[in-house]
């Protein structure tokens, strides 16, 4: 089906014969639109007693979960003739950290875009296939994006605050959706948001200055503050970590593993450390494809394809 | 080792050459620049000393016998009988009661200027009460004597190569050995409008014309040029007819501003039916040359808002009106005015269009409106430089001084709004 991949071709013929033992408990569950084909070629593999899952198997682990919140189903994006995304289905669990890794250009954050129709402001990009929100398909021609996006507030890999006044940047979103009525509405909704994000304590007594004299760390809960405002269902975060220190790294990762219990959130990240310490689920892309998703314990201790493991262990990427 | 020796050397015999090299490159540029600042300095050093002399004039005091007979005939002051010029010639005989000839009286005469009698009217109009009193009025003294008492006219020329005779100059010699010359600040020049008399000749009517020329400009080539360039940035779609659309734009810049001129005469006085003359299609034709630089200006500075800060409202659910008009603009507009005013000093230096659509023409009243008939400061630098009276040369130079002037001050604001854009974000 896609053997004319270079990388996986190359990927096949130099996989060893694997002497794994313990095979059969990770064994990949085929994900419902493999071809018949497919599966039995799967099985085939199993009796060979194979570690890793066949290279070009479509995903390898559960695309789906019980409580989702959000599906994608054989999403493809192109930008004109590259094709970004291809053919990746996925679940997005409620209440629930779902981690995307991969090597850089691999897609995971073009998916992350097609998750609130970011990618709508670039014309040469078509997206196909669905994306359910509570059963809804986001993508359907009725479905107005700018209150999708209310719905699925996005947090970006530099801290963008607006040119304003830290209240002016926290107050922008419930001010254009209408979501309080008078001044000690909205001045409740931002100082619940700022203490959500962990930054009240900071700029209690400076909400008039700009956002934009705060620190790295800051202008990023900023920016998280500013999107649970309009007290959105699922946040994406787009490696929002990867301008930081570690130790504004680790309150941004405090504050999402809180934020967590509330929101779904999708991180996309760079750093495996991070995946691991911050989310429930793990999902592999690789140049567009969705190769491995699972539990992120089990992803990177056991981790069921051939590059899920050459990434994690630092082999590529 | 020897290599590595061999290298060193190449590198540093090779050092010398490119040292060089770069000071030449600095002198060059260092000469460059010394040579546009040494043309700047002459320009603004031969134009300042030319017409640093037009803001001062020449003032005769008279002792004027505001008699009842000449003003009041009937008993009654009106000023559209009374006779102002026979006040005016009495009290120039009285100075030199020796003068007896018609031809002598008449050289007399000319030595004030034909508005030391309006000045008088203005006067006795405001002061009903003088009539009947004798006063002491500085008149203004007509051009010739003006230029004498500025040394701009050579004693040692002959008497008929000079508009001033021998006998004049004695008249002067003489008035000025008893104080009773004196120069003062030229308000006429800033008060007045147009004139054949150079003593008279004010630029307000050229500045009030390029006033209101500029108030159309702006009012129409501002919302216009702006909103084209936020469609055209934000909304337009990127296909051939946008790239054909901002070519021509950019070929529009180019476009010699005569051109223009042509256009509006064609369309706005001859198929419109609009007023020649008048700042409202002087506004029209320079609203039309401005409108490019204005949208090139506005396209570049929406481009340099940083995309983070379109993606970060887009990202909360701003509509796309919300994003122009909330974050956009806001961050954009410093540098959009910035272009405006550009726009703007460009339209106020041009005179070429001004040409077709009659806007060069001599005219003393002051514009009230923009469908009066008025001209443009460049035209009428362009038309006193035409004159051939010796006045109305150091007044082109004064004329230019102001335009200068405005226009620093206009390139000022458009450096200071431009230092105001360039904050942190």
Redesign the interface.
């Known amino acids: 089906m896609s053997n004319q991949l270079p990388l996986e071709c190359k990927v096949k013929s130099a996989m060893p014969i694997a002497a794994g033992g313990d095979n059969e408990a990770v064994q990949p569950v085929p994900s419902p639109h493999q071809s018949h084909d497919r599966e039995k070629r799967v099985n085939k593999n199993s009796d060979s007693a194979e570690r890793f899952a066949q290279p070009d198997a479509e995903t390898v682990g559960e695309v789906t979960c019980a409580d989702a919140h959000m599906s994608a189903r054989n999403v493809n994006v192109w930008y004109g003739d590259i094709h970004a995304i291809d053919n990746v289905s996925l679940d997005i669990a409620r209440n629930q950290v779902i981690a995307l890794i991969g090597p850089s250009g691999c897609g995971k954050s073009t998916f992350l875009r097609c998750l609130?129709r970011?990618n709508d402001?670039i014309?040469i990009a078509k997206v196909t296939g669905e994306i359910l929100l509570d059963g809804q398909d986001i993508y359907r021609k009725d479905l107005d994006p700018?209150?999708?996006?209310?719905r699925v507030?996005?947090?970006?890999q530099?801290a963008?605050?607006?040119?304003k006044s830290i209240y002016d940047n926290v107050a922008?979103?419930p001010r254009?959706?209408g979501l309080a009525t008078n001044r000690s509405e909205l001045d409740d909704i931002v100082h619940t948001s700022l203490d959500r994000a962990g930054l009240l304590k900071e700029v209690r007594d400076r909400l008039d200055e700009p956002g934009?004299g705060l620190s790295g760390g800051q202008q990023q809960r900023l920016?998280i503050a500013?999107?649970i405002a309009?007290n959105p269902e699922v946040i994406l975060m787009d490696e929002p970590c990867s301008a930081l220190d570690p130790i504004a790294t680790a309150r941004i990762e405090d504050l999402i593993d809180e934020l967590s219990q509330n929101y779904a959130i999708v991180i996309v990240t760079h750093s495996m450390q991070q995946a691991a310490r911050v989310s429930q689920r793990t999902a592999y892309f690789h140049l567009g494809k969705l190769v491995e998703v699972g539990e992120t314990d089990r992803v990177f201790t056991v981790p069921s394809h051939k590059l899920t493991e050459d990434y994690i262990t630092g082999r590529f990427g | 080792m020897n290599d590595v020796q061999s290298t060193r050397r190449k590198v540093e015999q090779g050092l010398k050459k490119r040292y060089r090299k770069e000071r030449l490159l600095r002198y060059s540029g260092l000469v460059a620049t010394l040579l546009g600042v040494a043309f700047l300095v002459v320009f603004f050093a031969t134009l300042i000393m030319q017409g640093k002399s037009a803001f001062q004039q020449t003032f005769v005091a008279l002792d004027v016998e505001f008699s009842a007979d000449l003003l009041a005939t009937d008993g009654v002051f009106d000023p559209a009988f009374a006779d102002f010029d026979s006040v005016v010639r009495n009290a120039l005989r009285a100075k030199f009661p020796e003068v007896r000839e018609r031809r002598a009286r008449r050289d007399l005469n000319r030595l004030v200027s034909v508005g030391a009698a309006y000045q008088l009217r203005d006067l006795v109009e405001a002061n009903p009460e003088l009539i009947g009193t004798r006063q002491r009025v500085m008149v203004p003294a007509s051009a010739d004597v003006d230029m004498v008492v500025k040394g701009k006219i050579e004693r040692s020329v002959d008497e008929s190569q000079r508009s001033v005779s021998d006998q004049q100059m004695l008249w002067i010699d003489q008035l000025q050995a008893d104080g009773s010359v004196q120069k003062r600040f030229n308000r006429a020049l800033f008060s007045n409008g147009d004139s054949r008399e150079p003593e008279l000749a004010g630029i307000k009517g050229a500045f009030m014309g390029s006033l209101y020329m500029l108030m159309v400009t702006i009012a129409i080539a501002f919302p216009i040029g702006t909103a084209a360039a936020i469609y055209l940035e934000e909304f337009a779609p990127k296909n051939r007819w946008s790239d054909l659309i901002e070519v021509n734009i950019n070929n529009l810049a180019a476009v010699p501003s005569i051109v223009f001129g042509l256009l509006g005469l064609a369309v706005f006085i001859n198929w419109m039916s609009l007023p020649r003359s008048a700042p409202l299609v002087g506004g029209l034709v320079l609203a039309l040359l401005t409108l490019p630089v204005i949208i090139i200006a506005s396209r570049a500075a929406i481009k340099a808002v940083p995309p983070s800060i379109r993606e970060a409202a887009f990202g909360l659910g701003a509509s796309r009106m919300q994003v122009v008009l909330h974050h956009v603009m806001p961050l954009a507009l410093p540098g959009m005015l910035t272009g405006a005013i550009i726009g703007m000093s460009r339209a106020l230096g041009e005179s070429a269009p001004l040409l077709m659509i009659g806007m060069v023409a001599f005219i003393v009243d002051v514009p009230a409106g923009i469908t009066d008939p008025a001209t443009a400061l460049p035209v009428q630098i362009y038309l006193w430089a035409d004159s051939p009276e010796r006045a109305f040369a150091e007044r082109t130079s004064a004329a230019i001084i102001v335009l200068l002037g405005v226009l620093l001050v206009m390139n000022l604001t458009a450096v200071i709004m431009r230092k105001r854009v360039e904050r942190q974000w």
């Open positions: 609130n970011m402001s014309e700018v209150a999708l996006r209310a507030g996005m947090v970006f530099k963008n605050p607006f040119p922008y979103g254009i959706h934009t920016c500013r999107t309009v």
